[in-house]
């Protein structure tokens, strides 16, 4: 614990006591005079600016102290006098700003701390040999760097965790992309059938959301067919006896996808999705439910952490809903 005492000196008026103000416990306006001070007014706390003054109102009859503020806090940071601290809500930021490359986690930093109300002292690092010598002066392996009050933070990431913000882990699991790509897909399909039928309420409007949303996925496993085949090995029975199914399914999910939005070559589509939609289903299920092994899902790329389970089984029974109702569509 730390005791702080100050005197309030009348002719000053005023006392600044917001360094004092982090780990504050007990805080006391104690009024220690020997003389008749009954004209004297006392305020108490007073906010301004969101810093807080100690404020004694006081006769000219009287230029002795009259007063005096003592704190007690908790830690040892509190022990120098505001007029002496230049560096409140400042930060210092170096990031690498170069002619060709503009270091986008040093953009973050800097926004980073300016939302947090501190004011940036930015430093430009503007070339490889300037940033290699900064790494080896502060023996740090990246940029950018930033100092909160003297005190050397870290990287953006680093800043994030001071300021008690969600920092991702790179092998955090995530439902975040299948979540967006289902929630822009049925506003697609809304927006379709608004368009058609002047009614976001149509047996077409679900029709078209699967179907979009099975094109959208397979896009995300086209753009890395070599990255999805391999996560896709882990559990998809044929793929295990048959490696060259892993690169096929994302062309056949698209294809089948295409041709339910247009609602043409029923006799493709509908079959395309009843297969691969009905071993993803028994294979998911091995995997999960009866092996419960704990696997990423290939379902929205190669490079996903989104874990295998309910949301893949949720993919892979829509299409087999949407593959049988389109048959016995095209049928009635």
């Not at 940071?77 to 986008?104: I, W």
Request: proline share 4%.
């Amino acid at each position: 614990m730390v005791f702080e005492h100050r005197v309030l000196d009348p002719r000053q008026g005023r006392f600044d006591c917001a360094h004092l103000l982090e780990d504050v416990d007990a805080v006391a306006l104690v009024f220690n005079h020997a003389r008749n001070t009954a004209n004297l007014s006392f305020n108490a706390v007073e906010p301004l600016n969101d810093r807080f003054f100690f404020q004694v109102h006081t006769l000219d009859i009287y230029p002795i102290p009259v007063g005096s503020l003592a704190v007690m806090t908790s830690s040892e940071k509190t022990g120098h006098r505001p007029e002496d601290d230049n560096s409140h809500n400042k930060a210092t930021l170096y990031r690498m700003v170069m002619d060709k490359h503009t270091c986008p986690y040093g953009i973050k930093s800097k926004d980073l701390l300016e939302r947090q109300g501190f004011a940036v002292e930015d430093h430009h690092l503007t070339s490889r040999d300037k940033t290699d010598a900064f790494l080896e002066e502060h023996g740090v392996k990246t940029t950018p760097q930033s100092w909160i009050n003297g005190e050397r933070v870290g990287g953006y990431d680093d800043l994030r965790e001071y300021f008690d913000l969600p920092v991702r882990s790179e092998n955090e699991t995530s439902y975040r992309p299948v979540i967006a790509i289902f929630a822009v897909a049925a506003a697609m399909a809304l927006a379709t059938s608004w368009f058609a039928f002047s009614s976001i309420v149509t047996l077409r409007a679900f029709e078209w959301f699967v179907a979009i949303s099975m094109c959208f996925l397979a896009i995300q496993k086209l753009q890395d067919v070599e990255s999805f085949s391999t996560m896709f090995l882990n559990y998809d029975l044929l793929a295990q006896h048959w490696v060259r199914y892993g690169y096929i399914y994302p062309f056949a999910e698209a294809l089948a996808g295409i041709l339910m939005v247009s609602g043409a070559l029923v006799w493709v589509s509908s079959p395309i999705a009843l297969f691969i939609g009905s071993i993803g289903v028994v294979s998911i299920i091995k995997a999960v439910y009866v092996e419960k092994r704990e696997l990423k899902c290939a379902c929205v790329g190669g490079n996903s952490n989104v874990p295998l389970g309910f949301v893949s089984l949720t993919e892979s029974l829509m299409m087999v809903a949407m593959g049988a109702w389109m048959a016995v569509k095209g049928v009635l």
